[in-house]
Each structure stands twice: as structure tokens, then as C-alpha cells.
């Protein structure tokens, strides 16, 4: 098994590519919606990970 | 003031338990028997995607343990977040990639890549149950 290695952004990226589209796809009813849905996710996800990124760095210092 | 209305009879197990089983076993398998084919494909990928980056994160599996109340949800809850992956769990275990618990944020992140797979099987199955039992299209 190889070793992978990822900075913090790159493993929260993943972990919100899954998240959202496992989301999208269970919460929807038509395949438009849960696209949309499973984008907005991703954002947000995205959206939370850079301002909080930047409120522990401004927090620090 | 109790309510005059009626509960709605549970559905049969019949219905409803090979979905979920397969679901629990092969990430997205409830959806494939029930031939949603595209969304199993969907959970699949992403269950098994997120399991392996775990694993190649060197993440740890949980075991369980009791003790103070923290320790008992961590450890409990991870490993029940664990075995959630189903046969990728069994499997990962049973070859020996249950990793120990080391310190670093790779490792790290790779434990709750592994728990956060089991966490989107069980979404996978509760969506494969409504399904099953006419809840949802």
C-alpha cells in the first residue's frame, strides 16, 4: 500500500469532494437538484475550511 | 393530551433488510439491488475513495474502549464509525492495514478519513432503507 501524504488543504479538499457528493446524491430528488445541492455543499465546506484557516491565523498573531 | 392519530405500521423487514445489509457490506450494493445504479456508483466511489486515502495515510482503526466518558464516545463511536465501511473494514483488518495510532497530521487526518467512510455508508444505507420502503422515489 502506498503512502500518501497531503497538507491540510489538500486532505480537507478531498474530504469535502466526498462529503458533498454523498450528500447530494441522498438528499435530492432529481439529478439537477442533487448537482446543485451537492455543489453548494462543497462550498460551503470550502467557505468554512478558508475562514477558519484564516481566523486561527489572525488569532495566533 | 394524547393524539387520536394512528402511527403508520413499520414496514416489513422483507423489504427493507437485504438493502441495507448489502449497503452496510458493499458501499452503495443496497442502491445497486434496488437498480440505482448511478447513485450506487456515486457512494461507492466516494466511500471507497475516502476508506483508501485513509489507508494510505497510515490512518488508525478504532478499538474500543471504556473508561472516562470522552474516551468511551472516542473510542466506541470510532470504531463503530469504522466497522460502518463494511467489508472494506473486514477486509483491511483481516489483511493486517489496521495501523497504530501515531502521532503526525497525516496520520491523523487518514483515522477520521477512515471513520468518516463509515459515517457516509451509513448515510448510503439510510437512503437505500427509504428507497426500499417506498419513502423516496
Known amino acids: 500500500m502506498?503512502?500518501?501524504?497531503?497538507?491540510?488543504?489538500?486532505?480537507?479538499?478531498?474530504f469535502a469532494l466526498f462529503s458533498s457528493v454523498v450528500l447530494g446524491v441522498i438528499t435530492k430528488k432529481t439529478d439537477r437538484e442533487r448537482f446543485r445541492y451537492g455543489l453548494r455543499c462543497f462550498l460551503y465546506f470550502m467557505g468554512a475550511v478558508i475562514g477558519l484557516g484564516w481566523l486561527m491565523y489572525l488569532g495566533h498573531g | 393530551?394524547?393524539?387520536?392519530?394512528?402511527?403508520p405500521p413499520a414496514p416489513p423487514i422483507g423489504t427493507w433488510a437485504p438493502a441495507v445489509g448489502l449497503g452496510w457490506l458493499i458501499p452503495g450494493g443496497g442502491h445497486f439491488l434496488l437498480k440505482r445504479n448511478g447513485r450506487g456508483a456515486l457512494m461507492l466511489a466516494s466511500v471507497l475513495c475516502m476508506f483508501l486515502l485513509?489507508?494510505?495515510?497510515?490512518?488508525?482503526?478504532?478499538?474500543p474502549q471504556t473508561g472516562d466518558i470522552l474516551t468511551t464516545i472516542i473510542y466506541c463511536g470510532g470504531f463503530l464509525g469504522d466497522l460502518a465501511s463494511?467489508?472494506?473494514?473486514?477486509?483491511?483488518?483481516?489483511?493486517?492495514y489496521s495501523q497504530q495510532d501515531v502521532a503526525g497530521h497525516v496520520h491523523d487526518y487518514g483515522t477520521k478519513f477512515l471513520v468518516a467512510a463509515g459515517l457516509l455508508n451509513i448515510l448510503a444505507m439510510v437512503d437505500a432503507y427509504e428507497i426500499a420502503t417506498g419513502k423516496k422515489d
Open chain 1, 2 to 14: 502506498p503512502k500518501m501524504n497531503l497538507s491540510h488543504f489538500e486532505a480537507a479538499l478531498l
Open chain 2, 1 to 7: 393530551m394524547p393524539s387520536n392519530a394512528t402511527k
Open chain 2, 54 to 63: 485513509g489507508l494510505m495515510m497510515r490512518g488508525a482503526m478504532f478499538q
Open chain 2, 86 to 96: 463494511g467489508a472494506l473494514y473486514l477486509l483491511a483488518t483481516w489483511f493486517g
